[in-house]
C-alpha cells in the first residue's frame, strides 16, 4: 500500500525529520566516550544513519529504495528505544524515534506485522529500563512504553483511511468503466435497433414499389393502348405502396414514442391491406383480455405480423391468411399462418435479403421472447403452408 502525499506534505515532513537527526547528533558527546555515554553515543550515530535511510528510501523510487527505507526505520525504531530506556538525561530526540517507526510500519504494514515490529521496540524499550532500576523503568520505560502503544493505534487507523479512500476510488473507476461498457453495449443495441427498423419499415415497400414500376416499364414499352391502362394500374398501385411506407415510417416512430395504436387495431390494419393488395382471405382473431404492451413488445409483435404477411405476399401469392394474437396470463402469442399459394411466383420473391426472419428473432430474444417459423398444415388454410409464432412473457 502506498500512501498518497504530495509534494508539500513529503517535504515538511523531510525537514521535521532533518531537524530530528540534527537536534540528535547535537547531542554526541555530551556524555563522554565511555561506558554508557559510548553506547549512547554509537547509538544516536546509528538512529540518525537509520533516520537518512528511511528518507531516502522514501524519497526515491528506485529498485531497492523500499528495503533501504525498511532497514532505516528498524534501525530508527531499535536505536531509539534502546536509547529512550538507557538514559535518563540528554534524551533530545531519542523518542521520538521508536514513536516515528512504529506509527509508520503500522500505517503501511498489515496490523498484526506491525504488532510485532512495535512490540519488539517495546520489549528492547522495557528490557533496557529494567537494567537500570525501577526509577528508570517506570518513568522512561511505561511512559514511552505507552506512547509506542498509541503511535502503533494511530498508525493502524491511517491505515485503515488510506485502504478505504483507495478502496472508493477503485470503485469508482470501475463504476465508470461500468457505465463506459453500458453506454458502449446501449449504442450496440441502438444500431442493431435501427438496422431492424430500417429493414422492417423499408424494405418491404420499397420491394413492393420496384416490382409495380419494373411491370409498369414493361407494359409501356409495349406500346399497347390496353397495357398503357394496366401501367397505369400497377403506377396507382405505386404510389399507394409509398404513401404506405411514409405511413410505416410514421407508425414506427410513433412505436418507439409508445403512442402506437392498441395491437389488434394495428393487426386488422395489415390484415386489410393484404386483402386489398392480393383478394385473398385474411382474417384476425382476439384471445384473452387486451391489454397494453410495454413498447417494444408491442412493436415487436407488430413487426412480426408484418413481417409474416411480407413473407407470404413473396412466397405464397394469393395464399389465405390468419392472424391469431392470445392475451394469457403470462404471456402473449402471436400466429400467423398462411395456406398454400393461388397464384405464380412473382418478382417480389427473389426480392429482399433474407434477414426478415432473423431480425424478428433477434427483437424476441432481446425481451426474452422466442420466435419460431415452419411448415404448417391446416384443413382450414387449404393445404400444406407456412406459420410463424411468437411467444413473448408479459
Not at 15 to 32: A, E, K, W
Not at 244 to 268: K, S
Not at 286 to 295: D, F, K, N, V
Amino acid at each position: 500500500m502506498r500512501d498518497p502525499r504530495s509534494r508539500e506534505t513529503a517535504g515538511i515532513r523531510s525537514m521535521f525529520l532533518l531537524v530530528m537527526m540534527i537536534v540528535q547528533l547535537s547531542t554526541v558527546g555530551n556524555l563522554g566516550w565511555h561506558g554508557i555515554g559510548l553506547t549512547a553515543n554509537v547509538v544516536s550515530i546509528l538512529c540518525v544513519l537509520g533516520c537518512a535511510c528511511w528518507v531516502v528510501g522514501w524519497l526515491l523510487n528506485w529498485r531497492f529504495s523500499p528495503y533501504l527505507a525498511l532497514v532505516g526505520l528498524l534501525v530508527l525504531g531499535t536505536g531509539g528505544a534502546l536509547l529512550s530506556g538507557l538514559l535518563v538525561r540528554d534524551l533530545a530526540a531519542s523518542p521520538a524515534f521508536p514513536a516515528v517507526a512504529a506509527v509508520v510500519i503500522s500505517a503501511r504494514w498489515p496490523s498484526g506485522r506491525a504488532a510485532l515490529v512495535v512490540g519488539w521496540f517495546e520489549l528492547v524499550l522495557l528490557v533496557t529500563a529494567a537494567t537500570q532500576g525501577w526509577h528508570q523503568l517506570e518513568s522512561n520505560g511505561l511512559g514511552y512504553g505507552s506512547l509506542l502503544l498509541g503511535m502503533y493505534g494511530l498508525g493502524v487507523g491511517r491505515r485503515s483511511y488510506v485502504l478505504r479512500a483507495e478502496s472508493a476510488e477503485k470503485l469508482v473507476r470501475e463504476t465508470e468503466r461500468a457505465n463506459d461498457e453500458q453506454a458502449h453495449a446501449a449504442a450496440l443495441a441502438e444500431r442493431s435497433r435501427i438496422a431492424r427498423e430500417i429493414h422492417d419499415v423499408l424494405a418491404h415497400s420499397l420491394a413492393a414499389l420496384t416490382v409495380q414500376l419494373e411491370a409498369a416499364d414493361a407494359l409501356l414499352d409495349s406500346g399497347n393502348e390496353a397495357a398503357t391502362e394496366r401501367a397505369h394500374t400497377y403506377v396507382q398501385k405505386s404510389r399507394r405502396i409509398a404513401r404506405e411506407g411514409l405511413v410505416e415510417t410514421r407508425r414506427a416512430i410513433a412505436a418507439l414514442r409508445e403512442d402506437a395504436p392498441p395491437l389488434p387495431e394495428l393487426l386488422h390494419g395489415l390484415a386489410d391491406a393484404y386483402r386489398g393488395d392480393t383478394g385473398a382471405e385474411a382474417k384476425v382473431k382476439i384471445e384473452g383480455l387486451t391489454r397494453p404492451l410495454q413498447a417494444d413488445a408491442g412493436l415487436t409483435v407488430y413487426r412480426a405480423a408484418q413481417e409474416s404477411l411480407t413473407n407470404v405476399r413473396k412466397h405464397a401469392p394469393g395464399a389465405p391468411v390468419r392472424l391469431k394474437l392470445v392475451f394469457g396470463e403470462e404471456e402473449v402469442v402471436l400466429t400467423v399462418a398462411n395456406g398454400a399459394p393461388t397464384e405464380p411466383p412473382s418478382a417480389l420473391a427473389e426480392s429482399g435479403g433474407g434477414y426478415g426472419l432473423a431480425g424478428l428473432k433477434e427483437r424476441a430474444e432481446l425481451i426474452s421472447g422466442s420466435l419460431e417459423a415452419g411448415p404448417y398444415a391446416a384443413e382450414e388454410l387449404a393445404g400444406p403452408g407456412w406459420r410463424v409464432t411468437l411467444r413473448l412473457h408479459g
